[in-house]
């Protein structure tokens, strides 16, 4: 490909990401889930819960999330030896478990697509964590480590088609919250930039 070509595909690439992140941001949703989230007094004990109810355990994931300034809902560039995503999503709090609408999820996203995304916004915080990943079907759990804030525990039920419905979700939560014997008064409604 000549010098010319190739800058002329990146351009229509760069109007092709645009066009599709304005359309995002003001339309419909990649997915939405339903999470828990507490604090964990033995990660031990609830990886061991998880693995005896075949839960596939997916590895350590070392991440560093950054935040970044937006309207509406949180934009967040997540770098990770397992998960690198670029993620706009707005939550929303009510009775102990948050439904998360993701607007914009890029996996392994370039450098350059994150600086035409995120380069001119105001940096807010970052956040270091060790997160044990753990599926079960459409169920993913974390065991996080934060330095200064101790052990906590995520269940995200996810519909990523939008054929399981937020009730299959809330009920999959709440079978999973017993399951992991998660206290109400270890339930936390912060995200972790927010602790």
Known sequence: MTKDKGH???????????????????TDE??????????CTDPSVAANI??????????LDVQTDTFYETETG?????QGNIENVLMHYRREISGGVQKTEVLLYLKNPSPTTV??????????????????IFFIDNVKFHIDHLEGAGHFIEIEAIDLEGSLGMDVLRQQCGYYKELLQIADEDLINDSYVDL
């Open 74 to 78: 949180k934009l967040k560039h997540r």
């Open 8 to 26: 002329i595909f990146e351009l229509v690439l760069f109007v092709l990401r645009h066009i599709v992140l304005v359309r995002l941001k003001f």
């Open 50 to 59: 998880l693995l005896q109810h075949k839960a596939e355990y997916v590895g």
């Open 115 to 132: 600086a035409q995304i995120c380069d001119g916004k105001q940096t807010l915080a970052q956040v270091k964590k060790f997160r044990k």
């Open 30 to 39: 990649l997915y939405t889930d339903i999470t828990i989230k507490a604090h």
